[in-house]
């Protein structure tokens, strides 16, 4: 299969590429990788003073809750939209030498994935500051993740092929990111603030809110979750990813000419 050959054969590039990305973001900068935690941390507190004092929205662990709410989402929007003109991007690369694109997607959800590890070993440093107990369902964050992951490639493998064609995608993308983001339920839970039954119709129907919403049941509550969910989730993810990358292959040669 094609896809699989491809994947074997540039991954140690998307590894490379995603290392060389993420020491360039931090050359120029005296707190260096520390950013990737800052800004997360600072977010955190801002949207736990605004809704947690003035709007009285409050979890338990409030502060926690907010953080891995903003590092599950801060990784899937920073994907899709560096997705939308990532070919165009790396015009040098793929005028010169070949290189399947959805390569290139996998080195950006690397990258962003890298930052959302680093924000994870904070989420575990807060929970032992606020005596929250680690127990066995933190292994269940592994196929969690894996979902996330798949899910936003699938999405990404569409975003990067219309890019190359619709200028102002990233605009609308912008806005509909910015909409999807108050239903996320970063600062709020969907199921206590939403009424039955918009409140499992939306988690169901929005794969990112359901796992944040998994990460902060297995973490801060030690609770079980849904792995049909995560498997049907995974599933249609794959499929969506491998007619997505077919559809990258057949325009290939398209997207050299229109860059």
């Known amino acids: 299969m094609r896809i699989v050959r491809d994947i074997k054969k540039y991954l140690s590039y998307s590894v490379v590429a995603a290392k060389a990305q993420l020491e360039s ?18 977010m955190m507190f801002v949207y736990a003073f605004i809704f947690g004092t003035v709007f009285n929205i ?12 903003l590092m599950m989402y801060d ?22 030498v070949y290189i399947p694109k959805f390569i290139l997607i ?22 032992i500051f606020m005596g929250i107990p680690f127990t066995w369902h933190i292994i269940l964050l ?28 990233s605009n609308v993308i912008n806005i509909i990111l910015k909409l999807l983001f ?4 970063v600062f709020y839970s969907i199921k206590t603030k939403f009424p039955e039954p918009y409140g499992k119709i939306v988690l169901r129907g929005y794969p990112v809110a359901k796992l944040i919403d998994y990460t902060r049941e297995v973490l801060l509550y ?24 077919y559809i990258i292959y057949k325009n290939e040669n398209t997207y050299v000419k229109m860059i």
């Open 25 to 42: 973001e931090v050359a120029n900068s005296y707190l260096n990788w520390l950013w990737w935690i800052i800004e997360p941390l600072c």
């Open 58 to 69: 409050k979890e338990k662990n409030h502060a926690l809750f907010i953080f891995i709410g």
């Open 75 to 96: 990784f899937f929007s920073r994907s899709v939209k560096s997705s939308i003109k990532i070919v165009k991007r790396n015009k040098q690369i793929v005028t010169k």
């Open 106 to 127: 996998i080195s950006e959800l690397f990258v962003n994935g890298f930052k959302m590890l680093m924000c994870l070993l904070v989420t575990f440093t807060m929970m």
């Open 142 to 169: 592994i196929p969690i993740f894996i979902s996330l992951f798949l899910f936003t490639f699938s999405i990404c493998t569409y975003l990067t092929h219309l890019g190359v064609f619709i200028e102002d995608l």
């Open 182 to 185: 108050y239903f996320t339920g």
């Open 222 to 245: 030690a609770n079980n979750i849904n792995f049909l969910y995560l498997l049907a989730l995974t599933g249609i993810s794959i499929i969506l990813s491998i007619i997505g990358i």
